[in-house]
Nanobody, 117 residues
Framework: QVQLVESGGGLVQTGGSLRLSCAAS????????MAWYRQAPGKQQRDLVA????????DYADSVKGRFTISRDNAKNTVSLQMNSLKPEDTGVYYC??????????WGQGTQVTVSS
């Protein structure tokens, strides 16, 4: 059963924008951090792009600061990533991540973002 459902990925030209969304199942309780990770083409690791805590504090990778904005809606159990001024280096598979105060961790299925020049 899918716990995190991602949407919003696609193909966009350099300078364009995309908005990624991730909906956590209502069965997931006591959510702590919500974040987005990126797996670059040909790479195995997932790098943190942006994170938002339960207190709504945020942190971003240096490469996306000033261009990306992460937000969450606790009532809807969702997290979004607004991506502006996209660059080819932003290309990759984006994964939604959710942690809970129980110590549980969940990953989305990944959504492809391709930025062409």
């Amino acid at each position: 059963q899918v716990q995190l459902v991602e949407s919003g990925g696609g193909l966009v030209q350099t300078g364009g924008s995309l908005r990624l969304s991730c909906a956590a199942s209502a069965s997931i309780s006591r959510i702590n951090d919500m974040a987005w990770y990126r797996q670059a083409p040909g790479k195995q690791q997932r790098d943190l792009v942006a994170v938002i805590t339960s207190g709504s504090s945020t942190d971003y990778a240096d490469s996306v600061k000033g261009r990306f904005t992460i937000s969450r809606d606790n009532a809807k159990n969702t997290v979004s990533l607004q991506m502006n001024s996209l660059k080819p280096e932003d290309t990759g598979v984006y994964y939604c991540y959710v942690s809970t105060t129980h110590g549980n961790r969940y990953w989305g299925q990944g959504t492809q973002v391709t930025v062409s020049s």
